[in-house]
């Protein structure tokens, strides 16, 4: 269990260091405007999208140890063609890559249940979880120290070799260390249930609104960040450095919030109730990024998004299995999944377009109207007990 733990951890660690301090300015350094950067860092969600389904009933059949290996060689093949990218085709093709064969996350968690028994399984995936949101806080942090502070030439090689190097050592460990599960039959549950299952999920309103939420919460927090190293620099004059120590920031924070607010809200509140109070905290961080003019704003700003979100996205999964009946668990979960990754590749693009059209600020506030929407929608659902 600590090489899978190990594993996820350096993998985030890769991933994070070019996707989200140096991707953005690697495109443009490449020509790419606001919308068309938007467009490459949502690549990976659009192809996951399709791709996931069909490696997680892979790795059911194939078992979970060869999929995280081709996963790794892939990231490692993708982050290679990145440093080596001097143009956007190129560019385009790593993103491809990655999107096509990496399951870390979706597997990895399949692995944590196979190797788990039921008392223990909640404590491994906080693990798991805690592992992922450290290597978060600090894949940026060395990403964006190795691409330098020139945003408009960012050292892309470095960090783009630097995560190739990772996944080099994570393919090691999972070949040579990561146990497997001896005969052990996987029951995970993919978006691969039948039609009839998802439309009657479909049709239960206490479930539905809950889907629709987590969409609509998600297309805004995802246009966010997309555009935010963007609108950083433009704002602050940022290059991947200050992005990468931003984001460490975050990272943090959502460990943070995700390890502690969360449980202080529910405990006090109930789960609607929490919901609300996210959906407002989130609000209230996107409006102080409108009118944020230093750091202190900035920071303010970051703590409301990232406390919003953070209490959020596992809330709502947690209504949902209250929501739904033990035996389509899975699939209600799935298609929140699928929802995630729409919210994605469509939210990221709608704000690049808007960002690169109008000023850096417009997507923020249609983010904040749509936000708005949701509050006075689903008040009385979320505030009634």
């Given at each position: 269990?600590?090489?899978?733990?190990?594993?996820?951890?350096?993998?985030v660690v890769a991933f994070s260091s070019v996707i989200i301090s140096?991707?953005?300015?690697?495109?443009?350094?490449?020509?790419?405007?606001?919308?068309?950067?938007?467009?490459?860092?949502?690549?990976?969600?659009?192809?996951?999208?399709?791709?996931?389904?069909?490696?997680?009933?892979?790795?059911?059949?194939?078992?979970?140890?060869?999929?995280?290996?081709?996963?790794?060689?892939?990231?490692?093949?993708?982050?290679?063609?990145?440093?080596?990218?001097?143009?956007?085709?190129?560019?385009?093709?790593?993103?491809?890559?990655?999107?096509?064969?990496?399951?870390?996350?979706?597997?990895?968690?399949?692995?944590?249940?196979?190797?788990?028994?039921?008392?223990?399984?909640?404590?491994?995936?906080?693990?798991?979880?805690?592992?992922?949101?450290?290597?978060?806080?600090?894949?940026?942090?060395?990403?964006?120290?190795?691409?330098?502070?020139?945003?408009?030439?960012?050292?892309?090689?470095?960090?783009?070799?630097?995560?190739?190097?990772?996944?080099?050592?994570?393919?090691?460990?999972?070949?040579?260390?990561?146990?497997?599960?001896?005969?052990?039959?996987?029951?995970?549950?993919?978006?691969?249930?039948?039609?009839?299952?998802?439309?009657?999920?479909?049709r239960i309103k206490n479930l539905t609104y809950l889907f629709v939420?987590?969409?609509?919460?998600?297309?805004?927090?995802?246009?966010?960040?997309?555009?935010?190293?963007?609108?950083?620099?433009?704002?602050?004059?940022?290059?991947?450095?200050?992005?990468?120590?931003?984001?460490?920031?975050?990272?943090?924070?959502?460990?943070?919030?995700?390890?502690?607010?969360?449980?202080?809200?529910?405990?006090?509140?109930?789960?609607?109730?929490?919901?609300?109070?996210?959906?407002?905290?989130?609000?209230?961080?996107?409006?102080?990024?409108?009118?944020?003019?230093?750091?202190?704003?900035?920071?303010?700003?970051?703590?409301?998004?990232?406390?919003?979100?953070?209490?959020?996205?596992?809330?709502?999964?947690?209504?949902?299995?209250?929501?739904?009946?033990?035996?389509?668990?899975?699939?209600?979960?799935?298609?929140n999944q699928s929802g995630l990754s729409i919210a994605r590749f469509?939210?990221?693009?709608?704000?690049?377009?808007?960002?690169?059209?109008?000023?850096?600020?417009?997507?923020?506030?249609?983010?904040?109207?749509?936000?708005?929407?949701?509050?006075?929608?689903?008040?009385?659902?979320?505030?009634?007990?």
């Open positions: 269990m600590n090489f899978l733990l190990l594993y996820v951890f350096l993998d140096v991707l953005p300015f690697h495109a443009k350094m490449l020509g790419a405007g606001p919308f068309l950067v938007t467009i490459y860092i949502s690549t990976f969600s659009f192809i996951q999208f399709f791709a996931s389904p069909f490696l997680g009933r892979l790795s059911d059949k194939l078992g979970r140890k060869p999929l995280l290996v081709s996963s790794s060689v892939a990231d490692m093949i993708s982050h290679t063609i990145m440093a080596f990218a001097s143009t956007l085709p190129m560019l385009f093709i790593s993103r491809l890559v990655a999107g096509l064969f990496s399951c870390n996350i979706s597997v990895g968690s399949a692995l944590v249940s196979d190797l788990t028994s039921t008392k223990e399984r909640t404590k491994q995936v906080g693990r798991f979880n805690s592992a992922y949101s450290l290597g978060f806080a600090i894949g940026p942090l060395i990403g964006g120290y190795l691409a330098g502070t020139d945003s408009l030439n960012p050292t892309y090689f470095n960090s783009s070799i630097f995560a190739a190097l990772i996944n080099i050592v994570n393919i090691f460990i999972l070949i040579f260390f990561l146990k497997s599960p001896d005969n052990k039959k996987t029951n995970i549950n993919y978006p691969s249930e039948k039609k009839n299952t998802i439309l009657s999920l479909l939420l987590y969409f609509l919460v998600n297309f805004v927090f995802s246009g966010l960040n997309g555009i935010f190293a963007l609108w950083s620099e433009a704002k602050f004059q940022w290059g991947p450095q200050q992005i990468g120590i931003m984001m460490s920031f975050v990272g943090i924070l959502l460990a943070f919030h995700q390890a502690v607010t969360i449980n202080l809200f529910i405990k006090k509140l109930n789960e609607k109730k929490t919901i609300f109070i996210s959906i407002l905290s989130i609000f209230i961080g996107i409006y102080t990024l409108t009118i944020s003019y230093n750091y202190l704003f900035l920071s303010i700003a970051i703590f409301f998004c990232t406390m919003g979100i953070g209490i959020l996205n596992p809330t709502i999964n947690s209504l949902i299995t209250m929501s739904s009946k033990e035996n389509q668990t899975g699939s209600a979960l799935s298609i469509t939210g990221q693009p709608f704000s690049g377009f808007f960002f690169q059209s109008f000023t850096i600020n417009t997507p923020l506030y249609i983010g904040l109207f749509i936000l708005l929407l949701i509050k006075v929608i689903y008040f009385k659902r979320l505030i009634k007990n």
